[in-house]
T-cell receptor, first 113, second 110 residues
Framework: DGGITQSPKYLFRKEGQNVTLSCEQN?????MYWYRQDPGQGLRLIYY???????QKGDIAEGYSVSREKKESFPLTVTSAQKNPTAFYLC????????????FGPGTRLTVL | GIQVEQSPPDLILQEGANSTLRCNFS?????LQWFHQNPWGQLINLFY???GTKQNGRLSATTVATERYSLLYISSSQTTDSGVYFC????????????FGKGTRLSVIA
């Protein structure tokens, strides 16, 4: 079945360590997105990519980095520069048409100890 | 940038009741979507509705683009409808990602 996978589902890391969250899609979508969600809050955009080898900062990009070497993959690295990394991270993708709906992965819950 | 406001922030319903969720936005849009986030965090797209009315089972949505609001109707609510409902919009002004509202948290009790 087509869809978006994120791994791992839960991730625990010590303060000061970098960590990379995986996002893979087999929907043949061009655009991919990373969002952060804090308890009781909406979704805030971290980074997005509309085409391979290109990406743009979202509203809260500081302390994060991404790459887009393949159409199917858009990994997110949470660096030690991110002051409060504990959150729920959601990856999404959409096609090129303006009428395309956005699809989400199941999310990764990151806890920094 | 475009602002999105959803109301009410929280809603508690008895099973079988109907409800209306509202989304106001501050600029003209070429894309508006409604999503449901279940208690385990998964977001599912409900409607793509930049204008007009659509229905899918017990859910329907109406967007009045000229007045900059959208409504999501839930009829005969069930406990499985619980979760958070998000409205997200893309402004006409540019090819930009969707901007999400803060959501309406719905709890349906048996």
């Amino acid at each position: 079945d087509g869809g978006i996978t994120q791994s791992p589902k839960y991730l625990f890391r010590k303060e000061g360590q970098n960590v990379t969250l995986s996002c893979e899609q087999n929907l043949n979508h061009d655009a991919m997105y990373w969002y952060r969600q804090d308890p009781g809050q909406g979704l805030r955009l971290i980074y997005y990519s509309q085409i391979v080898n290109d990406f743009q900062k979202g509203d809260i990009a500081e302390g994060y980095s991404v790459s887009r070497e393949k159409k199917e993959s858009f990994p997110l690295t949470v660096t030690s520069a991110q002051k409060n990394p504990t959150a729920f991270y959601l990856c999404a993708s959409t096609g090129q048409e303006s009428t395309d709906t956005q699809y989400f992965g199941p999310g990764t819950r990151l806890t920094v100890l | 940038g475009i602002q999105v406001e959803q109301s009410p922030p929280d809603l508690i319903l008895q099973e079988g009741a109907n409800s209306t969720l509202r989304c106001n936005f501050s600029d003209s849009v070429n894309n508006l979507q409604w999503f449901h986030q279940n208690p385990w965090g998964q977001l599912i797209n409900l409607f793509y509705i930049p204008s007009g009315t659509k229905q899918n089972g017990r859910l329907s949505a109406t967007t009045v683009a000229t007045e900059r609001y959208s409504l999501l109707y839930i009829s005969s609510s069930q406990t499985t409808d619980s979760g958070v409902y998000f409205c997200a919009v893309e402004s006409w002004s540019g090819n930009t990602p969707l901007v999400f509202g803060k959501g309406t948290r719905l709890s349906v009790i048996a």
